[in-house]
């Protein structure tokens, strides 16, 4: 009886022998994602941003606001010598600035956040910050309006800033050391 359990086994183990091993090939999920949506959705907001900041330059009648090529508008507080250089890149910088609604409300204030050093192109602070930063020169204070985008964009600062939020940028800058040269 027991040479009749040998049997099918040994036909099982003969057929299962008999096959070439299939080779197995890696899963491939590919991802499509449309952005004409975001597109549409980041161009509306942007427009909207714009149209805010035509109303607040058309109601401050006080000030000169001057347009950067990033969407960003600025008037000069405080313009002393403009014979002196601006910030090159890795030139370092000394800085005081705060951070605001466009309303006027507080985020963080110059003092809280003291004075900074910052190595022009060469440091991670949001874009409008970098931007504003090449327009001054020593003794200048600016207030900029910085949209969204330029700003903290989608996610906000973590902290105190919510996303999508435009903001408006005091800066001062103190001074400049310029980039040394290694043959000096």
């Not at 714009?50 to 000069?76: C, E, P, W």
């Not at 204030?109 to 930063?133: C, N, Q, S, W």
Request: contains cysteine.
């Amino acid at each position: 009886m027991r040479r009749w359990l040998y049997f099918p086994a040994f036909i099982l183990l003969l057929a299962a022998c008999r096959r070439q091993p299939e080779p197995r090939f890696p899963v491939m999920h590919t991802y499509h994602h449309d952005y004409s949506r975001s597109i549409v959705f980041n161009k509306a907001r942007y427009r909207a941003e714009q149209k805010i900041f035509d109303s607040i330059v058309k109601a401050d009648t006080a000030h000169h606001y001057l347009n950067t090529g990033i969407g960003m508008r600025y008037y000069y507080l405080r313009r002393p010598d403009t014979t002196l250089p601006r910030p090159k890149p890795d030139d370092k910088v000394h800085v005081r600035y705060g951070i605001y609604y466009l309303l006027g409300d507080t985020i963080y204030t110059p003092d809280e956040l003291g004075i900074k050093t910052y190595h022009v192109d060469k440091e991670e602070y949001f874009m409008g910050f970098r931007e504003a930063i090449k327009l001054l020169r020593p003794g200048e204070e600016a207030v900029f309006l910085v949209p969204s985008y330029a700003g903290y964009g989608v996610l906000g600062d973590g902290d105190r800033i919510p996303g999508n939020t435009p903001l408006k940028l005091y800066v001062q800058l103190l001074e400049i050391e310029p980039k040394k040269n290694k043959q000096q």
